[in-house]
Every structure is written in structure tokens, then in C-alpha cells.
């Protein structure tokens, strides 16, 4: 079965620009969390949508939103970008939160922000 | 405060030799702990998991134990390979109304030849 699917994989944005990320889940998955990783740091939390309802969400500038449509794809949006939102972006899709299930990453998209 | 802790930071090892890596967490109530496996630019893989009543858990060269009185869990690499250079995630899970995860910040283990 497919994988979770990131677009784009790669991104280059200016400074003050705004920016959508997009992540389908596998078929049937209902969670999907968004994480931010930049160079030499941990995966940073950002939000998790569960059946179109965010229902948790890191400490991260309102800069950062996302929502999720009731196929469960989901997006990501960065608005005003910073130099310091260069990263990369990862989205993970679970049947129902990690649980006993897990989670299961897409490749991620690389944003450069210059 | 729930924290997930890893050490070492980082590694460099022979081919063929065995390591050990360490995570310490704090984190309650505990659900369950997961080592992920992360290749440079791409998203982490699941290697194991482990719940409260398991002590140890194998996926090929990869073994997992767990002790949950001291939160303490450490992932032991058999045999390694060139293929094992990568970041190790460890992501421990609080019980809550909805899924509460703590990651690691990891530890990068780069295997020579």
C-alpha cells in the first residue's frame, strides 16, 4: 500500500513569503502530525489534525497553521517566512495517534528559505 | 515534565562492531517507547516498540530492551553495517485522552569501513 506522500519534496522561498506544505496519509490513517527538523536538532512537534480536528499543538509562532480535509490529506501553512524556518518538514500518519500503532513519516519536504 | 533524554550524542564505529545506545526518559504516564531509525534527509522508520510488560524487543541486528522502573531503554546494533550510519530516535508515549509523543533529539551513529 502507498506510503505517506509529501509535495513538494523540495522548496525554495524569500524572506516574507508565505508557504503550503502538503501530506496524504495512508489509506485509512485518520492522524496526521506535522514536525519541524532542522540541522542538528530533534524533531520539534508542530500540530496533529485527527479526523479534521487539531486536537494538539507545539509551541510554535501562529505563523504556522495546518488543517486537514475529511479525505484526511492535510496541509501546512508558514506565512511571513524567517531564515530560521528553513528546515525539514516532516509528516507522520497513524490509524488513530501513535498508540500502538505508530507512526508512519513521509520523506519530508527541504524548505530553504533565503 | 515529561523529557526524553539520548546519549551519546553521536558515534563513529567500525564496521562490523557492536554499539549501544542509551535513551532515559521521564515521562508519565508511560504508554509505550519507540526506536526510529532516520537516514540523512529522509523520514524516520519504526524499528521497534515496546509497551510497559516488555523488556526487550529484536528486528533483525537491532534489539531494544526496556526497563521501566529506572526509564531506561537502550538499542543494541549487532554486527553493523555501513547501511546502520544514520540518526536513532527514541519517541516515548504518555497515556492521555489523545496520544501525547516526546522525541529524542537522537543520536547520529556513523559506521566506517
Known amino acids: 500500500k502507498a506510503g505517506v506522500t509529501q509535495t513538494p519534496r523540495y522548496l525554495i522561498k524569500t524572506r516574507g513569503q508565505q508557504v503550503t506544505l502538503s501530506c496524504s496519509p495512508i489509506s485509512g490513517h485518520r492522524s496526521v502530525s506535522w514536525y519541524q527538523q532542522t540541522p542538528g536538532q530533534g524533531l520539534q512537534f508542530l500540530f496533529e489534525y485527527f479526523s479534521e480536528t487539531q486536537r494538539n499543538k507545539g509551541n510554535f509562532p501562529g505563523r504556522f497553521s495546518g488543517r486537514q480535509f475529511s479525505n484526511s490529506r492535510s496541509e501546512m501553512n508558514v506565512s511571513t517566512l524567517e531564515l530560521g524556518d528553513s528546515a525539514l518538514y516532516l509528516c507522520a500518519s497513524s490509524l488513530a495517534g501513535q498508540g500502538n500503532y505508530g507512526y508512519t513519516f513521509g520523506s519530508g519536504t527541504r524548505l530553504t528559505v533565503v | 515534565k515529561n523529557q526524553v533524554e539520548q546519549s551519546p550524542q553521536s558515534l563513529i564505529i567500525l564496521e562490523g562492531k557492536n554499539c549501544t545506545l542509551q535513551?532515559?526518559?521521564?515521562?508519565?504516564?508511560?504508554?509505550?517507547l519507540r526506536w526510529y531509525k532516520q537516514d540523512t534527509g529522509r523520514g524516520p522508520v519504526s524499528l521497534t516498540i515496546?509497551?510497559?510488560?516488555?523488556n526487550t524487543k529484536s528486528n533483525g541486528r537491532y534489539t531494544a530492551t526496556l526497563d521501566a522502573d529506572t526509564k531506561q531503554s537502550s538499542l543494541h546494533i549487532t554486527a553493523s553495517q555501513l547501511s546502520d550510519s544514520a540518526s536513532y530516535i527514541c519517541?516515548?508515549?504518555?497515556?492521555?485522552?489523545?496520544?501525547?509523543?516526546?522525541f529524542g533529539p537522537g543520536t547520529s551513529l556513523s559506521v566506517i569501513p
Open positions: 515496546m509497551t510497559f510488560s516488555e
Open positions: 519517541v516515548v508515549s504518555a497515556e492521555t485522552s489523545y496520544d501525547k509523543v516526546i
Open positions: 535513551c532515559n526518559y521521564t515521562v508519565s504516564p508511560f504508554s509505550n
